[in-house]
């Protein structure tokens, strides 16, 4: 079963698409493509355990809560990775469990002379295979890093509990989110006030990734807060704060002697700790069950069966058709919706950190800066995994008369858009904090800039990928689906795209201002454009179908 679902998750044969004549479909191939991919989200998730240490430094510890005990700022850092830890599960499974269900294994065996309880046992450990590698990572390098931070191999152990607890909330979590999104989003019609639905949704399961950002971005804020509760507001306010989960799980290795416990009474925190175990038993029975109710849920139309309604037809653009196709179907796929909204959510997270933070304009101008830097850069690593979208879009890019500019053109728009719409949303915030005609005439003239220098990224990769897809005559879905494909065809995207930006910083820290910033990296952004453009569009095989 789980071969199936590695098969078509990376093949997608169900989805559309087709069977390469020189390339045979192999079902090692594909486990080793889709281990490639857990490989990289557990290597995240281990990027986030290895950082306690540096965050429990004394360095760190000393100047990012200064006046905060250091038992209640330690506690809210391990609570923190836990948090993240439960997000970025969860997000893996929301990304994963519709290609559980799009493989379609467990409808086939449930028609089998098969005992109930093997058909259970099935789901359960295939479902359990799509985890595997990004739990067993969150309960090894978790205990490890906390134990190493706190210098105590007790600490490490006491952690365990409340890495568990994560990693089954988390999977819990993506199977009870995920059954309702496949029955009442993925499943949902067109139309407008549809779509909207969708999008809203999308936004709130995009919101585990974002935490990432929001907790890195929104940290200092964190604190003071917290450092006001402690010294003004009530005891009972703090004593509530500390006893949500998974904080007392979270404190539990400071609790052990020779550790700072937080400046929490130890009666609450450890009873809420001993309940959130004791409410983990239930969870973890439903969960036994769950995961075959939901491989044989079945995607609900919200049509009603026998209505009929009517189509319009209009006339467009094949780019502007393109664009939309694509956007129409992220809205129906979390794991694209996220290339899309992951770039708006940290600008949104950054431009509202520079508002909310009051530092002075010049300051603004700066931080809005970094977050159209990273919005661009973002844009660009995901830029490729666009082209993973024609397998659904079979019908409109390949039995169609579409020339590959058309199809270029389309997937350049929605990198752009997307990299405008992160750009609008800061410049909104920025000029809410800094309503200076010069800052803001400033900022839309960086982004405009920095414009040339993401459309010439994305002809970069898009270039390889079709460069490669010749020689090796697979169709770019099937290419783009390995894991290692998202670095070699993203790394020299990132530096196109980077290099403006690095030439901005560079003059701005030898006291550079004005023009003399911004018209330097224009030039670099048109003269990488001018040089790139012939290159690629002559590897792209020019209006060839």
């Given at each position: 079963?789980?071969?199936?679902?590695?098969?078509?998750?990376?093949?997608?044969?169900?989805?559309?698409?087709?069977?390469?004549?020189?390339?045979?479909?192999?079902?090692?191939?594909?486990?080793?493509?889709?281990?490639?991919?857990?490989?990289?989200?557990?290597?995240?998730?281990?990027?986030?355990?290895?950082?306690?240490?540096?965050?429990?430094?004394?360095?760190?510890?000393?100047?990012?809560?200064?006046?905060?005990?250091?038992?209640?700022?330690?506690?809210?850092?391990?609570?923190?990775?836990?948090?993240?830890?439960?997000?970025?599960?969860?997000?893996?499974?929301?990304?994963?469990?519709?290609?559980?269900?799009?493989?379609?294994?467990?409808?086939?065996?449930?028609?089998?002379?098969?005992?109930?309880?093997?058909?259970?046992?099935?789901?359960?450990?295939?479902?359990?295979?799509?985890?595997?590698?990004?739990?067993?990572?969150?309960?090894?390098?978790?205990?490890?890093?906390?134990?190493?931070?706190?210098?105590?191999?007790?600490?490490?152990?006491?952690?365990?509990?409340?890495?568990?607890?994560?990693?089954?909330?988390?999977?819990?979590l993506a199977l009870a989110t995920g059954k309702?999104?496949?029955?009442?989003?993925?499943?949902?019609?067109?139309?407008?006030?549809?779509?909207?639905?969708?999008?809203a949704y999308l936004v709130l399961w995009t919101?585990?990734?974002?935490?990432?950002?929001?907790?890195?971005?929104?940290?200092?804020?964190?604190?003071?807060?917290?450092?006001?509760?402690?010294?003004?507001?009530?005891?009972?306010?703090?004593?509530?704060?500390?006893?949500?989960?998974?904080?007392?799980?979270?404190?539990?290795?400071?609790?052990?002697?020779?550790?700072?416990?937080?400046?929490?009474?130890?009666?609450?925190?450890?009873?809420?700790?001993?309940?959130?175990?004791?409410?983990?038993?239930?969870?973890?029975?439903?969960?036994?069950?769950?995961?075959?109710?939901?491989?044989?849920?079945?995607?609900?139309?919200?049509?009603?069966?026998?209505?009929?309604?009517?189509?319009?037809?209009?006339?467009?653009?094949?780019?502007?058709?393109?664009?939309?196709?694509?956007?129409?179907?992220?809205?129906?796929?979390?794991?694209?919706?996220?290339?899309?909204?992951?770039?708006?959510l940290n600008s949104a997270a950054i431009g509202?950190?520079?508002?909310?933070?009051?530092?002075?304009?010049?300051?603004?101008?700066?931080?809005?800066?970094?977050?159209?830097?990273?919005?661009?850069?973002?844009?660009?690593?995901?830029?490729?995994?666009?082209?993973?979208?024609?397998?659904?879009?079979?019908?409109?890019?390949?039995?169609?008369?579409?020339?590959?500019?058309?199809?270029?053109?389309?997937?350049?728009?929605?990198?752009?858009?997307?990299?405008?719409?992160?750009?609008?949303?800061?410049?909104?915030?920025?000029?809410?904090?800094?309503?200076?005609?010069?800052?803001?005439?400033?900022?839309?003239?960086?982004?405009?800039?920095?414009?040339?220098?993401?459309?010439?990224?994305?002809?970069?990769?898009?270039?390889?990928?079709?460069?490669?897809?010749?020689?090796?005559?697979?169709?770019?879905?099937?290419?783009?689906?390995?894991?290692?494909?998202?670095?070699?065809?993203?790394?020299?995207?990132?530096?196109?795209?980077?290099?403006?930006?690095?030439?901005?910083?560079?003059?701005?820290?030898?006291?550079?201002?004005?023009?003399?910033?911004?018209?330097?990296?224009?030039?670099?952004?048109?003269?990488?454009?001018?040089?790139?453009?012939?290159?690629?569009?002559?590897?792209?095989?020019?209006?060839?179908?």
């Amino acid at each position: 079963m789980y071969t199936e679902v590695a098969f078509q998750a990376i093949y997608g044969l169900r989805a559309g698409n087709s069977a390469n004549e020189r390339v045979t479909p192999d079902a090692r191939e594909a486990r080793r493509k889709v281990l490639e991919s857990k490989i990289l989200i557990s290597a995240l998730l281990s990027l986030v355990a290895l950082a306690i240490p540096v965050l429990l430094g004394r360095t760190v510890e000393s100047l990012a809560a200064p006046a905060l005990p250091i038992g209640l700022y330690r506690a809210s850092v391990l609570d923190g990775l836990l948090v993240l830890d439960l997000a970025l599960l969860w997000w893996t499974g929301l990304q994963a469990l519709p290609t559980l269900l799009g493989a379609g294994v467990q409808p086939l065996i449930e028609t089998l002379p098969i005992r109930e309880s093997t058909l259970r046992d099935a789901a359960l450990l295939t479902t359990a295979r799509l985890f595997d590698l990004p739990a067993l990572s969150v309960l090894i390098f978790t205990p490890l890093a906390v134990g190493y931070a706190l210098g105590s191999p007790w600490a490490g152990l006491a952690i365990l509990p409340g890495a568990f607890a994560a990693v089954l909330v988390a999977i819990g979590l993506a199977l009870a989110t995920g059954k309702f999104y496949v029955r009442h989003v993925q499943g949902s019609r067109g139309g407008f006030s549809r779509a909207a639905l969708r999008w809203a949704y999308l936004v709130l399961w995009t919101l585990p990734a974002f935490a990432l950002f929001g907790f890195v971005t929104f940290s200092p804020q964190f604190f003071l807060g917290l450092l006001s509760l402690y010294e003004h507001g009530p005891a009972w306010a703090l004593t509530l704060l500390a006893s949500a989960f998974p904080f007392p799980l979270a404190a539990l290795p400071l609790y052990l002697p020779g550790q700072f416990a937080p400046e929490v009474s130890a009666a609450p925190v450890l009873a809420s700790a001993a309940i959130y175990l004791v409410v983990l038993a239930p969870l973890a029975l439903w969960m036994w069950g769950a995961p075959r109710e939901f491989a044989r849920t079945p995607a609900v139309d919200a049509e009603p069966a026998g209505s009929s309604r009517g189509f319009r037809i209009s006339g467009r653009s094949v780019p502007v058709a393109i664009l939309q196709k694509d956007l129409r179907i992220a809205s129906r796929t979390p794991g694209f919706a996220l290339l899309i909204l992951l770039p708006l959510l940290n600008s949104a997270a950054i431009g509202l950190w520079s508002f909310f933070g009051a530092p002075r304009g010049v300051d603004v101008f700066s931080v809005g800066s970094a977050a159209v830097a990273s919005s661009a850069l973002l844009a660009a690593f995901f830029a490729p995994a666009f082209f993973a979208i024609e397998v659904y879009g079979y019908a409109f890019t390949r039995s169609l008369p579409i020339s590959r500019d058309a199809l270029l053109a389309g997937k350049v728009a929605m990198v752009a858009a997307i990299y405008l719409g992160s750009a609008g949303l800061v410049l909104g915030i920025t000029a809410l904090a800094v309503p200076t005609a010069f800052a803001i005439n400033s900022f839309v003239f960086f982004v405009v800039a920095e414009l040339a220098a993401i459309v010439a990224a994305a002809l970069v990769e898009f270039g390889i990928l079709y460069w490669r897809a010749e020689r090796s005559g697979l169709p770019i879905t099937g290419l783009y689906a390995g894991a290692s494909w998202v670095l070699l065809v993203s790394i020299p995207g990132l530096f196109v795209a980077g290099a403006p930006l690095v030439i901005f910083e560079y003059l701005r820290t030898a006291g550079s201002t004005g023009t003399g910033l911004l018209i330097p990296m224009a030039a670099t952004a048109l003269a990488e454009l001018a040089l790139v453009a012939p290159i690629a569009l002559r590897t792209l095989g020019r209006g060839s179908a």
